[in-house]
């Protein structure tokens, strides 16, 4: 069921943002694949579109999330 956040999940919403958007200042890539969170170190696909699964480092699943996919 859908629900409006309350400010204890919207400020941990942003403390898990904050924490991703350091790891990309860091110079590693973040894909998201439907529901798992991946930490790549080079892009997810090669410039003619194919999977590059192989740069994946860690993934984490992500209750409700969605994106894009290999």
């Known amino acids: ?21 350091e790891l990309g200042k860091e110079g590693f890539r973040l894909y998201l694949a439907d529901d798992t969170m991946n930490l790549m170190i080079a892009a997810p696909h090669s410039h003619s579109g ?14 409700g999330a969605s994106g894009g996919d290999w």
Request: with cysteine.
């Open 1 to 21: 069921m859908m629900r409006e956040p309350t400010e204890k999940e919207v400020a941990k919403f942003k403390r898990a943002c904050k924490a991703l958007n």
């Open 50 to 63: 194919m999977k590059q699964s192989e740069h994946v480092r860690e993934s984490c699943h992500i209750s």
